[in-house]
C-alpha cells in the first residue's frame, strides 16, 4: 500500500524551541512566578541550565538507559525461549531490578555474540517498572537544584514518588492521541474527579535534544481543569480521549500522515474550550518538563529517517510524583485582601512567553486564583464576576462538553456567596454527572464549613446514589476540616459501602483530613485516621484487576463493581509472568501476582505513606503510639502483600516512619530494604533525602 505524503497544514499547533539568551542559576528562579505559570499553563519547562547539574551528565544517562533498555530486551528474548522447556531461572533475593553490577557498567549492548557478553548481561534480573535502577546517574538529576526546587515549589517539601511508575518511552513512527494519565491516587483506569488542588506532577526528562524531526511531546496547555464525563461514559472510564475513535480505529498506525494530522488537530480545535491549543515542546539535553497529569498530551511520531533511529534513539523518562505535605493554613480573614486579589495573574504576563497564547480567559482566571491561594495558604480570594447567581446557576446547568469551562467557572463563582452555595447543594447530587462534577469543585472552593455541611448529608444519605456518595468523600478529603465528625463518616464508609469506588475514594480522603490534622496539630484526629486505614488494610482483599477480570482491553473495560478498579499486568511487568517467576518465597511459590489490583488497599497505603512524612516548619509527627501502629500495618503488608504497587507503597511508608523515629529504627529499615528482592529505586532516593534532613 503506498504511503500518503500529503502534508497536512494545522490550525492549532504551535512549536515550541525553547532556548534561554543567558544561563540563569537555580536560585534565581521566581518560585511564585513558576508556581503560577504551572497553575495557569498546567506546566512548566525546566532547561539543563535551570537543573544546575554538570551537562556531561546527560548523554551518559541516555548511554545507560541504551544499555539497560538492550539488556531488557535480551533478557526477555531468553526467557521467551525458556518458557516452553520450563527452564527460566529464579533470582537471587539480590539480583532483582537492583541496578547494574560493576562488571555490567561498561557493557554497550545487550546482543548475545559469546559467553562471556552472555555471563554480563545475566548476572541480574532487570525489572521493566524499576528500569532506573539500571540508570544510576538519574538520581543526580532528581537531587539537582532545580528539579528539586521547582517541585518543592508546586507539591511544597518532602514529595513521594509513585512506586514502579517510571517508564522510558521512546518515540517511533506511532501517533499517540490526546489524553490524561491516569487519576492519581495510584489508580490507574478509575472513574473519579481530577483534583484541581496541586497534588501530582508528572516527570518528563529528555537525555538528549528533541528537535521537531525526533516527535517532541505535544501538550494541550491550560486543559488541566477541563474534562469530560467519567462515571458511566465508557469511552472514557479509562483515559479521556479527545476522539475515542482515533483509537478504536487504529489511527495511530494509519499510513496516511496527512488524515493523523487533521484529526489530532481538529480534535483539539473541537474542543472549544478557552486558551487550548497544541504545543511541541521541542528542547535541548537535559531539559525536563513538569505537567499536570490533568494536561491533555500525546507522544508524536518522528518524522526524520528512520534508519537513523537505532543509533539515535529518542528517549523520554517518566515519573509520578506526589504532595505529602497540606499547604499552610490560611489566615481566618485576610488582613490585606487587596494584596492577595488576582494575585495569580499579577505573576502572569498578557502573553504566555512560552506558546504565544494571550491569558485571557475569564473562565480560567475564575479557577486558576482560588488554586494559587490554596498552594501558597493565602485566603481564598474573591473572584470577581457582575453575574447574578440565577444567570450563573444557568451556566452551571448548560449541556455539552464544550461548555464544561463555563460550568465550572459558574461553580467557582457561586462558591463565593452563600445564595450561591446553596446552589451549588442542589447540583451536588443532579443525575447529570458535569454537572455533579463543577458543583463538588464550586462545594469544595466554597470552604471547609460548606464542604462539611454539604457533603456530610450525601456521604451519609442511604438514598444518595454511589456516585453522589463518592463525591460527597471526594469533597471532605480536598477541603473539609479536621475533625473527628469527619474522620468517622469516612471512617464507616469505608468499612460498610458496597461500591469499591467509594470506599477508595475513602481511602484517600482519609489521608489528606489526616495531612490536614498533622498541619494543626490535632493529634488525637490522625490518630483516629491511622487507626482507620490499618483496619481497612486488614479488611480489604487485593481482587482481579479489571481488564482481567471482565475480558477486555483496558480501553473497553467498565465501571463495575464486580471487579477491581484498577488495570492488571501490563503496566508493572517486564512481561508477563516474568516477576513471579524471578522472585518466590521460601516455599517455592511466586512472591507477586501480576493479575491481582486493588484500589482501596493502594489508596490506602498512599495515605500512609502522606501520614509517615512529617508535616510542616516544626516537622510536625504522629504520636508515638500512631507511628508504632502503622509502622506495624506497614511491615504486614511488606511481607505478606503480593501486589506490587502495595508493596513499595508500605515499603515506602515504612522508611518514612523509621526516619522520624530515628536511631535503630533508621537501621531497621535499611536492613529490611536490603534484604527484600524487589525495591523501588526512585522511591528510596526521596527517602534517603528525607532521613538525611531529618538527623542532620
Not at 122 to 147: H, M, W
Not at 257 to 286: F, I, Y
Amino acid at each position: 500500500m503506498k504511503t500518503h505524503t500529503t502534508m497536512y497544514k494545522p490550525t492549532h499547533t504551535i512549536s515550541v524551541t525553547h532556548t534561554l539568551e543567558e544561563s540563569r542559576a537555580a536560585a534565581s528562579i521566581n518560585s511564585r512566578a513558576q508556581l503560577a505559570e504551572y497553575v495557569s499553563r498546567g506546566f512548566i519547562l525546566l532547561t539543563p541550565e535551570d537543573l544546575g547539574v554538570d551537562a556531561s551528565i546527560h548523554p551518559r544517562i541516555h548511554q545507560q538507559t541504551s544499555t539497560a533498555l538492550n539488556a531488557l530486551e535480551w533478557q526477555r528474548a531468553k526467557r521467551q525461549d525458556t518458557m516452553p522447556s520450563g527452564a527460566v531461572r529464579v533470582a537471587q533475593r539480590e539480583q532483582v531490578g537492583r541496578g547494574l553490577p560493576p562488571s555490567r557498567g561498561g557493557v554497550q549492548t545487550a546482543t548475545p555474540t559469546g559467553a562471556a557478553e552472555e555471563e554480563s548481561v545475566t548476572e541480574n534480573e532487570i525489572f521493566a517498572a524499576n528500569l532506573a535502577a539500571e540508570v544510576p546517574e538519574l538520581s543526580e538529576i532528581f537531587a539537582s537544584p532545580g528539579l528539586t526546587a521547582a517541585v518543592e515549589g508546586i507539591l511544597g517539601p518532602d514529595w513521594a514518588i509513585v512506586p514502579f511508575g517510571s517508564q522510558v518511552i521512546q518515540a517511533g513512527s506511532y501517533d499517540q492521541h490526546w489524553h490524561k494519565d491516569d487519576l492519581l491516587p495510584w489508580n490507574a483506569r478509575k472513574p473519579g474527579l481530577r483534583h484541581h488542588h496541586l497534588e501530582t506532577i508528572d516527570l518528563f526528562y529528555y537525555p538528549q535534544e528533541v528537535p521537531e524531526a525526533m516527535g517532541p511531546t505535544a501538550l494541550m496547555p491550560h486543559s488541566q481543569y477541563w474534562t469530560f464525563d467519567h462515571d458511566e461514559n465508557n469511552d472514557n472510564i479509562c483515559l479521556e480521549f479527545l476522539d475515542y475513535n482515533f483509537v478504536r480505529e487504529k489511527m495511530g498506525a494509519n499510513p496516511d500522515l496527512a488524515e493523523r494530522d487533521r484529526r489530532l488537530d481538529s480534535a483539539v480545535a473541537g474542543t472549544q474550550w478557552p486558551l487550548v491549543h497544541q504545543v511541541k515542546l521541542c528542547v535541548p539535553a537535559g531539559s525536563v518538563v513538569l505537567m499536570n497529569p490533568n494536561c491533555f498530551h500525546r507522544g508524536q511520531r518522528r518524522s526524520d529517517d528512520p534508519s537513523l533511529w537505532v543509533e539515535n534513539p529518542r528517549y523520554m523518562w517518566r515519573f509520578w510524583m506526589y504532595r505529602t505535605t497540606e499547604p499552610p493554613q490560611a489566615p481566618a480573614s485576610d488582613p490585606s485582601p487587596s494584596e492577595h486579589e488576582n494575585a495569580c495573574m499579577r505573576l502572569l504576563p498578557a502573553v504566555d512567553p512560552l506558546t504565544g497564547i494571550p491569558l485571557d480567559s475569564p473562565e480560567s482566571t475564575a479557577v486558576w486564583e482560588p488554586i494559587f491561594a490554596w498552594a501558597t495558604g493565602a485566603a481564598p480570594p474573591s473572584v470577581a464576576t457582575h453575574q447574578p447567581t440565577e444567570e450563573l446557576e444557568k451556566q452551571l446547568y448548560l449541556c455539552g462538553d464544550e461548555n464544561e469551562p463555563k460550568r465550572v467557572a459558574a461553580a467557582y463563582h457561586l462558591a463565593t456567596t452563600a445564595q450561591g452555595v446553596e446552589v451549588l447543594r442542589q447540583a451536588f447530587v443532579d443525575d447529570r454527572e458535569s454537572v455533579r462534577r463543577a458543583a463538588t469543585h464550586g462545594i469544595v472552593a466554597a470552604g471547609a464549613d460548606a464542604a462539611c455541611e454539604v457533603a456530610l448529608d450525601v456521604a451519609l444519605s442511604p438514598s444518595a446514589h454511589k456516585w453522589a456518595r463518592k463525591n460527597a468523600a471526594w469533597a471532605l478529603g480536598e477541603t473539609a476540616p479536621a475533625e473527628p465528625e469527619v474522620v468517622n463518616a469516612l471512617r464507616e464508609l469505608l468499612k460498610r459501602d458496597h461500591s469499591v469506588h467509594v470506599r477508595a475514594t475513602c481511602a484517600a480522603s482519609l489521608g489528606l483530613v489526616g495531612r490536614r490534622a498533622l498541619r494543626d496539630g490535632r493529634f488525637e484526629v490522625a490518630a483516629g485516621v491511622v487507626s482507620a486505614l490499618v483496619e481497612c488494610l486488614e479488611r480489604e482483599e487485593n481482587r482481579l484487576a479489571q481488564d482481567i477480570a471482565q475480558k477486555r482491553g483496558i480501553f473497553d473495560i467498565r465501571p463495575t463493581d464486580e471487579s477491581d478498579m484498577c488495570e492488571g499486568s501490563g503496566v508493572f511487568y517486564s512481561m508477563p509472568g516474568v516477576l513471579p517467576q524471578a522472585v518466590v518465597r521460601t516455599d517455592g511459590k511466586p512472591r507477586f501476582n501480576e493479575q491481582v489490583r486493588s484500589a482501596v488497599r493502594e489508596n490506602a497505603l498512599w495515605a500512609a505513606v502522606t501520614l509517615a512524612t512529617p508535616q510542616g516548619f516544626g516537622n510536625t509527627r504522629l504520636s508515638s503510639a500512631s507511628i508504632a501502629e502503622l509502622r506495624h500495618g506497614m511491615l504486614r503488608v511488606i511481607t505478606t502483600d503480593d501486589n506490587i504497587v502495595c508493596f513499595g507503597f508500605a515499603l515506602d511508608a515504612f522508611c518514612r516512619l523509621s526516619a522520624a523515629q530515628g536511631g535503630e529504627a533508621i537501621v531497621e529499615a535499611q536492613q529490611l530494604v536490603a534484604s527484600e528482592p524487589v525495591v523501588c529505586v526512585a522511591n528510596m532516593w526521596q527517602v534517603q533525602r528525607l532521613t538525611e534532613r531529618l538527623v542532620m
